[in-house]
C-alpha cells in the first residue's frame, strides 16, 4: 500500500499535544506504526538516559521527579540529534514542543530540514479525568513522577508553558482539536480524521 502510494520518504511532522494523562503516548505509539512514522518521545528518551546513568540522566531525574521541565537547551540537542540523524523527516512528535522556545527551535530544525508541520494534534481531557487516569497509571506502571505532588506540578507546568503553544499552533492554522475521552480505539479513529 505504501509503495502505491509512494510516500515513505515524503516529509511529515504530526506533534502530539496534551496535558499530563492525555492518551499522548499511547496514541503516538499507534499512529506513528499506522502512517510509518518513528516516534520521538522526548519523555522517553529521558526516562531511557535516567535508566542507562549517563550525565544527561543524572542531570533529568530531580526534574523530572518534581515536574518541572528539564532545560531547553538540553532537549532541543538531544531532538536535533535525532532527526538530523534520520534518513527521513518522517516524526511523531510525543511531548516536544513544551514551551515556546521549544516551538521556535523546532520551526529552524524544520526550515532547515526542508520540512514543515503536518499538523499539532491538541488531546482535550479533563482535569478530573487526567488526575484518575495518573493515579492508576501510578499503580500500574510505577511511574517514579506519577505522586500525587508531582502530578499536580506536572499540570500546573502544563497550564503555564506549554497550553499558550496551542494558540500559537492555531495562529498557523495547523492546531487539530481532538476530544481524549474515550476508549483507545475510539480517539484513534478521531485523530485520524483529523490528519491530512
Ligand atoms: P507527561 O506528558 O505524561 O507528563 P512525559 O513522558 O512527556 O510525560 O514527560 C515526563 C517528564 O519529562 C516531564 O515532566 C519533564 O520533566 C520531562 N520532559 C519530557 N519532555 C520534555 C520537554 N519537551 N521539555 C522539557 N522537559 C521534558
Redesign the pocket.
Known amino acids: 500500500m505504501a509503495a502505491a502510494h509512494d510516500t515513505t520518504t515524503a516529509p511529515e511532522v504530526v506533534l502530539l499535544m496534551?496535558?499530563?494523562?492525555?492518551g499522548?503516548?499511547t496514541q503516538a505509539s499507534l499512529l506513528a506504526e499506522e502512517r510509518g512514522l518513528t516516534k520521538l518521545?522526548?519523555?522517553?528518551?529521558?526516562?531511557d538516559h535516567v535508566r542507562r546513568g549517563t550525565p544527561l540522566g543524572e542531570r533529568?531525574q530531580a526534574?523530572?521527579?518534581?515536574?518541572?521541565?528539564?532545560?531547553?537547551d538540553?532537549?532541543v540537542g538531544m531532538?536535533r540529534a535525532t532527526m538530523q540523524a534520520a534518513p527521513a523527516v518522517r516524526f511523531l512528535l510525543?511531548?516536544?514542543?513544551?514551551?515556546p522556545a521549544?516551538a521556535a527551535s523546532l520551526d529552524a530544525l524544520l526550515d532547515e530540514l526542508g520540512a514543515r508541520i503536518t499538523a499539532a494534534v491538541a488531546l482535550e481531557v479533563d482535569d478530573d479525568e487526567l488526575v484518575q487516569r495518573?493515579v492508576q497509571r501510578a499503580h500500574e506502571e510505577g511511574?517514579s513522577?506519577?505522586n500525587e505532588d508531582?502530578?499536580r506540578n506536572?499540570m500546573e507546568?502544563?497550564r503555564r508553558q506549554t497550553q499558550p503553544l496551542l494558540d500559537y499552533y492555531a495562529g498557523h492554522g495547523a492546531l487539530k482539536r481532538v476530544d481524549g475521552l474515550g476508549d483507545v480505539d475510539t480517539v484513534t479513529g478521531r485523530i485520524r480524521e483529523v490528519l491530512p
Request: net charge negative; glycine share 14%; no cysteine.
Open positions: 496534551g496535558p499530563p494523562g492525555a499522548k503516548g518521545s522526548t519523555g522517553d528518551m529521558l526516562r533529568a526534574i523530572m521527579e518534581s515536574g518541572e521541565l528539564v532545560p531547553d538540553v532537549i531532538v510525543d511531548g516536544f514542543p513544551r514551551t521549544q495518573l511511574r513522577d506519577d508531582t502530578v506536572r507546568v502544563y
